[in-house]
T-cell receptor
Framework: EPEVTQTPSHQVTQMGQEVILRCVPI?????FYWYRQILGQKVEFLVS????????KSEIFDDQFSVERPDGSNFTLKIRSTKLEDSAMYFC?????????????FGPGTRLTVT | EDKVVQSPLSLVVHEGDTVTLNCSYE??????LLWYKQEKKAPTFLFML????IEKKSGRLSSILDKKELSSILNITATQTGDSAIYLC?????????????FGKGTKLSVKP
């Protein structure tokens, strides 16, 4: 069964460093998303992406964040200068703009630890 | 402010019991409600509900949406230890493009043998 994959599974970085989290969405999906979950808290929306453009972004997604689809398969989230409060599990999700565009399928997540 | 509230926050039952998990929402641009199961990491898709009163079923799990009451329930019958997980309710907030999911805090279900 097709699935969303994410790498790395765990990333440890120092405050102020740049990180890139990578995702490979399900191959025929065209809508892509990033969410995050701080330990013990709700899953929160960060950004949605379609046709090489950001569709929507939340207040969390400030100028330190960017997303890119560098090729036909990868979808990346970059945090330019990490802060302690960026420590969280980051989930990538994708959906298909067909019969069920709302069904978002999630990857296993990348646990980001900022020290 | 848009919000999704789940209850109870945690639940401990024994194998064979039936459980009902609740989700209520206040979302400006509601389009659909989704249920996910989160075991170790990734939320795994269970159901998507868009129409009121139509039950969706998958094995021992079923769910229904009540748009008048702005709520949904997830039922699990004959629970098994493998049902132990956090069950997440999310509402798709559709602002005119793709929409985004607003999640509740989840219900942690523990099924004892």
């Amino acid at each position: 069964e097709p699935e969303v994959t994410q790498t790395p599974s765990h990333q440890v970085t120092q405050m102020g460093q740049e990180v890139i989290l990578r995702c490979v969405p399900i191959s025929n999906h065209l809508y892509f998303y990033w969410y995050r979950q701080i330990l013990g808290q709700k899953v929160e929306f960060l950004v949605s992406f379609y046709n090489n453009e950001i569709s929507e972004k939340s207040e969390i997604f400030d100028d330190q964040f960017s997303v890119e689809r560098p090729d036909g398969s990868n979808f990346t989230l970059k945090i330019r200068s990490t802060k302690l409060e960026d420590s969280a599990m980051y989930f990538c999700a994708s959906s298909w703009p067909g019969l069920a565009p709302d069904e978002q399928y999630f990857g296993p997540g990348t646990r980001l630890t900022v020290t | 402010e848009d919000k999704v509230v789940q209850s109870p926050l945690s639940l401990v039952v024994h194998e064979g019991d039936t459980v009902t998990l609740n989700c209520s929402y206040e979302v400006t641009n509601f389009r659909s409600l989704l249920w996910y199961k989160q075991e170790k990491k990734a939320p795994t898709f269970l159901f998507m509900l868009t129409s009121s009163g139509i039950e969706k079923k998958s094995g021992r799990l079923s769910s229904i949406l009540d748009k008048k009451e702005l709520s949904s329930i997830l039922n699990i019958t004959a629970t098994q230890t493998g049902d132990s997980a956090i069950y997440l309710c999310a509402v798709l907030n559709y602002g005119g493009s793709q929409g985004n999911l607003i999640f509740g805090k989840g219900t942690k279900l523990s099924v004892k043998p």
